[in-house]
T-cell receptor, first 120, second 114 residues
Framework: GAVVSQHPSWVICKSGTSVKIECRSL??????MFWYRQFPKQSLMLMAT?????????EQGVEKDKFLINHASLTLSTLTVTSAHPEDSSFYIC????????????????FGQGTRLTVV | RKEVEQDPGPFNVPEGATVAFNCTYS??????FFWYRQDCRKEPKLLMS???SGNEDGRFTAQLNRASQYISLLIRDSKLSDSATYLC???????????????FGTGTRLTIIP
């Protein structure tokens, strides 16, 4: 099946610094990538939808200036958590859809391995 | 009301038992449905899609009732390796340009007891 690689798998950073998370589709073109956040014992919450070559669409309550998303190519999207604070500590997961299957409704989303961010 | 609601769990069942999970969704425009499995501190992985006609994959059977907006997952002859969190996932088309959005339930934690 399709592979999505997310890096880093875990990161610890100091409060006030920025952290960049990369999400790559390795064997397919991902015209759309999704970024999720998951707090302990909670479900995945969609943060934003990223379309290649255009601005990301953020979900209500997600600060676009704090969570910068760049989707400059069909295989790479990045999420930068700017000026991270302890409350940003979470599990961040990306997923991607195969652009060739975009109009087929019943499609699988492929997930990256996730990034566990701890802000101290 | 949450868009996707699942049994609260946790479910602790003996090995070999049959266990059923239920899920309801609120958006009637939902177009496709899935069960994902998530192991602790890992990414979700697709378990199976769910069709109106019902579908089976080995020990796993999924059902969809569009009229009731209800989805179920049945696991027969449960194994220790089935221990995980099971996520009910609903896909909604949010524009005419093919944009879609996956909405996840909170998940039901299953532990199989030897």
């Amino acid at each position: 099946g399709a592979v999505v690689s997310q890096h880093p798998s875990w990161v610890i950073c100091k409060s006030g610094t920025s952290v960049k998370i990369e999400c790559r589709s390795l064997d397919f073109q991902a015209t759309t990538m999704f970024w999720y956040r998951q707090f302990p014992k909670q479900s995945l919450m969609l943060m934003a939808t990223s379309n290649e070559g255009s601005k990301a669409t953020y979900e209500q309550g997600v600060e676009k200036d704090k969570f910068l998303i760049n989707h400059a190519s069909l295989t790479l999207s990045t999420l930068t958590v700017t000026s991270a604070h302890p409350e940003d500590s979470s599990f961040y997961i990306c997923s991607a859809r195969d652009g060739r299957r975009k109009l087929i409704v019943d499609t699988e989303a492929f997930f990256g391995q996730g990034t566990r961010l701890t802000v101290v | 009301r949450k868009e996707v609601e699942q049994d609260p769990g946790p479910f602790n069942v003996p090995e070999g038992a049959t266990v059923a999970f239920n899920c309801t969704y609120s958006n009637s425009a939902s177009q496709s449905f899935f069960w994902y499995r998530q192991d602790c501190r890992k990414e979700p992985k697709l378990l199976m899609s769910v069709y109106s006609s019902g579908n089976e994959d080995g020990r796993f059977t999924a059902q969809l009732n569009r009229a009731s907006q209800y989805i179920s997952l049945l696991i027969r002859d449960s194994k220790l390796s089935d221990s995980a969190t099971y996520l009910c996932v609903v896909n909604i088309r949010i524009s005419n340009f093919g944009n879609e959005k996956l909405t996840f339930g909170t998940g039901t934690r299953l532990t199989i007891i030897p």
